[in-house]
């Protein structure tokens, strides 16, 4: 079965750091993969998508992930954490069959920014 | 181009109640699947329509319906209310059922609270 799992639940980083949120997937064909944002009271806005196409994606707000399937990973990474950026993050993969939208969620990680 | 609506954006009712949560996709878009959110489960997918028809149920009790309308608009609905049922629900909508191809917008949520 399809599933991800992201490590840590809680990030914190200092404005201008580097920004590492961590997805690891399990999949028996090759994924499609999503990160996506929350603010809070609000639903979710896709960052960017892996389909197997780059395996380097760029995505909105200077985002981007690299697919790394010998790790079997996603992480998504930005070089330089705005406070804007504060917010919960997503990682997905699609559920398997062309055929569904169904995603399949990690728990999410909080990105806190300080200034 | 609007975005996908959901309504009520809140709703608080008691145990035992029914509730009927209402989500209009995006214009053109015949593709909905509903979420729940909670912080002890995450993001579990309820259900997904396409074309009037269901096409994929996520692991919910029966009490947990749905329907999708000519027009594309979905509703769910949730009988016998109880506590757990408090979360916030999602619906996202995509042109079609693509696997992840077409990207998925997500609405608001409605934020149900069961006394």
């Known amino acids: 079965a399809q599933s991800v799992t992201q490590l840590g639940s809680h990030v914190s980083v200092s404005e201008g750091a580097l920004v590492l949120l961590r997805c690891n997937y399990s999949?028996?064909?090759?994924?499609?993969l999503f990160w996506y944002v929350q603010y809070p009271n609000q639903g979710l806005q896709l960052l960017l998508k892996?389909?197997?196409?780059?395996?380097l994606v760029k995505g909105i707000n200077g985002f981007e992930a690299e697919f790394k399937k010998s790790e079997t990973s996603f992480h998504l990474t930005k070089p330089s954490a705005h406070m804007s950026d504060a917010a919960e993050y997503f990682c997905?993969?699609?559920?398997?069959?062309?055929?569904?939208?169904?995603?399949?969620f990690g728990t999410g990680t909080l990105l806190a920014v300080q200034p | 181009k609007a975005g996908v609506t959901q309504t009520p954006r809140y709703l608080i009712k008691t145990r035992g109640q029914q509730v009927t949560l209402s989500c209009s996709p995006i214009?053109?878009?015949?593709?909905v699947s509903w979420y729940q959110q909670t912080p002890g489960q995450g993001l579990q997918f309820l259900f997904e329509?396409?074309?009037?028809?269901?096409?994929n149920k996520g692991n919910f009790p029966g009490r947990f319906s749905g329907r999708q309308f000519s027009n594309s608009r979905s509703e769910m609905n949730v009988s016998t209310l109880e506590l757990g049922d408090s979360a916030l629900y999602l619906c996202?909508?995509?042109?079609?059922?693509?696997?992840?191809?077409?990207?998925?917008?997500f609405g608001p949520g409605t934020r149900l609270t069961v006394l």
């Open positions: 996202a909508s995509s042109l079609v059922a693509s696997g992840g191809a077409y990207e998925q917008f």
């Open positions: 999949s028996s064909v090759p994924p499609y």
């Open positions: 892996y389909t197997s196409a780059a395996t």
């Open positions: 997905a993969v699609s559920d398997l069959g062309g055929a569904t939208n169904k995603l399949i």
């Open positions: 214009s053109g878009h015949r593709s």
């Open positions: 329509y396409f074309s009037e028809t269901q096409r």
